[in-house]
């Protein structure tokens, strides 16, 4: 029998060749009974686009050498996964096991359930933004919560705006614009984002008059500025830093004093402002906005997704002579709030009128008052079910470290309580905290002295099986090479 010779090979350009024409048109891959039919789910024009990824990528892996071409899953599933980038959402829940309760890159605090369905109620259909039920004409939005924050705070009048920082530049242009502010300069503070207080001045219209030193400042230095140009005394709760030692500050009522001797109003700006005295939980003491209302400050500006617990809004409050102007201003028109804004507020003020419900509710604040024993002993719970399922390559115990309340809040204030330390043997923490964050529910951990920790302060009862699932999935993960 004569020996057959063997299949000859095409030729790697060849073989090249006969793959890029095996590859589909976007006319036919658009005519397959399967695409076709995700145009039921999908517009024509998405699906379209999809279908053009897919084959350019096929088309540049086979170009380039690589299998792109000859992948295992269908080009239906690869135009399925297209589809779903595309249609993704970047913006996503994430678990934060950081311990830093008001993070600002997590969006500071969570929303109460109460005020979540408010919105949602608020949100679906139409409302009474600015709709008055009982006359059957044009309302004020600032009417849903004006009478709420009198009621809590003390306040005569109030006016919300989109964030605490627009809240301070709206006082300064109606207040102070064309004249003079005085400031100690032991409160000129920067917030995030490198936003201080003299840009906020400059921004304005006003000129800021420095008095004091950074440590020192007297009653004395703000009287020996005042001058005939002089519109506001202003005064600054420095919420994200402190100065201590050889340090002196003027108090807010002597400030209200001087301005009510010589005719100017007082301003203060508290920052993260906090309705409820957290003290009795062992927190240092902060000024509460009733106390600074009480004091006889004319007009008072604080953040509501800070210690307050809401979504992101700047309150300004005080006599209403003052909000009256503040409200009439050109410029509050660009800062003013949308309904879901108002509704979050509302619903989240509607708390503090019994500061125990507000506690309980409020996620910010429950979190913050954890107890030790409570933050030991979820803890412990985590790191029993982590260690339930074999992880080899991973140190899994509990252990007791300090949080931060975070957000420009009580900056000197540790929070003691159990977490959970991960301890890597064949990677680098570094990258175990790169394979939480890839997660399909992202776990944000912190690093420490090479070790991964999961603070259980900032963890939701209702994530716990997600985090301790999410844990052992990013042990058993293969990394991509670097």
Known sequence: ????SPTPQPAPEDDVQRRLAALP?????????????????????????AVRDVIGVMRKGILEGRDDGDSDESFLGLVMHKLAERTATSLCPVINATGTVLHTNLGRAPLSRFALEHMVRVAVGYSNLEFNLETGERGSRYDHITDLLS?????????????????VLLVLDTLARGGEVVVSRGELVEIGGAFRIPDVLKKS?????????????????????VTEETSLLLKVHTSNYRIVGFSESVAASDLVALGRRLDIPV???????????????????????????????????????????????GFIVGKSDFIERIRKNPLNRALRVDK????????????????VRAIQEIPALRMITRSFDETKRIARRIARKINKTPHPGFDVVSAEETSRVGGGAYPTADLPGGVVVILPQEISSARLEKRLRSLPVPIIARLSKDRVVIDPRTVDDREISILSDGILAAFQMHDEPE
């Open 267 to 313: 301003m203060e700006d508290l920052g993260s402002g906090s309705l409820v005295d957290l003290s009795s939980f062992g927190l240092p003491p902060e000024p509460t906005v009733q106390e600074t209302l009480s004091a006889g400050v004319d007009v008072v500006t604080f953040s509501g997704d800070k210690l307050l617990g809401g979504g992101q809004a």
């Open 151 to 167: 009621e809590i705070t003390g306040a005569e009048s109030a006016v919300v705006v989109n964030n605490n920082a627009a809240a």
């Open 25 to 49: 048109s976007v006319d036919k891959a658009l005519a397959d009974p399967g695409v076709a039919k995700l145009t039921n789910t999908y517009s024509k024009k998405l699906v379209t686009d």
């Open 340 to 355: 879901l804004t108002l509704a979050a507020a509302e619903a989240t003020l509607t708390a503090y009128r019994d500061p």
């Open 205 to 225: 219209g006003a000129s800021m008059v420095e008095v004091g030193t950074t440590n020192r400042t007297r009653i004395a230095d703000y009287e020996g500025a």
């Open 1 to 4: 029998m004569a020996k057959q």
